[in-house]
């Protein structure tokens, strides 16, 4: 795995092609640009193979030009990445930290609202079906998602801190509320969590720029880091943008996308003015 030298900052967008590029995904890339000095590695994020279609990758290039943005070539895509993320999570089967889960989504629902379950943390889902249903289960050739040892992948690592930018503090990782995640979904055998953290290592990222809803996910992409010996960049949130509403901009939210802005008529600097002033820590 090769890293580019740390001389510069190094920042990045990445972006999912599964819809117009929105107000919301216009800031985020504004501010990576403004903290990477002027520019940002793009990478697409497309390995929901359901989801992502490339006539939304086109939009997305077209989109980013015409707001002025540039970015680093050549453009990362992660479904070229597909056998790295299959040798991190090999990395991690061969230390014995990760284990099959063969719960389907609505099982693992029921056991998350059981009266039992103190909302602490998520828990363990391996002993969470009979061990001859599992055997059967796997027998059957059914994929199975795959989940951390998170207790025992905090022994493994011992005590590490990421570092928030905004506020220039180390932050201890803390992953009460995360219990055993999944970090490979069983129709792509890779995750959000497993996959950023080897793509920021390969492209030598050295600060994670993103919205402020994504804060927690760093205590866990810190400890991948530290399980699979890469290096950590520092990290640094941004506000998220709202509608009328206060509600959080989406895809679903068409007359925010940028082509619609666009088409309406709007120059690029007016669309620009539209956001809030980027203020860098």
């Not at 002025?68 to 299959?86: A, I, T």
């Not at 050739?141 to 025992?152: D, E, H, M, N, V």
């Not at 400890?223 to 679903?252: C, F, I, V």
């Not at 068409?254 to 980027?278: F, N, W, Y």
Request: glycine letters at 6%.
């Amino acid at each position: 795995m090769t890293t580019m030298q740390p001389s510069l900052t190094y920042t990045r967008f990445a972006p999912s092609p599964t819809g117009e590029l929105h107000l919301g995904h216009a800031f985020s890339a504004c501010f990576a640009a403004r903290a990477g000095g002027g520019q940002f590695i793009l990478r697409i994020d497309d390995i929901d193979h359901t989801r992502c279609k490339p006539a939304f990758t086109e939009k997305i290039f077209n989109d980013l030009a015409w707001l002025g943005l540039q970015w680093r070539k050549p453009v990362r895509y992660q479904s070229d990445r597909l056998e790295s993320y299959r040798e991190a999570l090999e990395t991690l089967a061969k230390k014995e930290l990760v284990y099959p889960c063969f719960l389907t989504r609505k099982e693992v629902n029921a056991l998350l609202s059981a009266p039992q379950y103190d909302g602490t943390a998520k828990a363990s889902m391996q002993e969470a079906i009979p061990a001859v249903e599992r055997r059967r289960r796997e027998n059957s050739g059914i994929a199975p998602a795959w989940r951390l040892r998170t207790t025992a992948a905090l022994e493994e690592v011992g005590e590490l801190t990421w570092h928030d930018a905004a506020c220039g503090i180390d932050v201890p990782i803390d992953m009460a509320n995360f219990g055993d995640v999944v970090i490979a979904r069983k129709d792509i055998s890779t995750s959000y969590h497993l996959s950023v953290v080897v793509d920021d290592a390969m492209d030598g990222i050295t600060l994670v720029t993103r919205g402020e809803d994504l804060k927690a996910s760093s205590h866990l992409h810190r400890l991948l880091q530290g399980l699979l010996g890469l290096g950590t960049p520092d990290y640094l949130h941004h506000r998220l943008l709202t509608d009328s509403t206060g509600r959080r901009l989406a895809k679903r939210d068409k007359s925010a996308s940028i082509a619609k802005l666009r088409r309406d008529g709007h120059t690029a600097d007016a669309v620009l003015s539209m956001m809030p002033e980027i203020i860098l820590p």
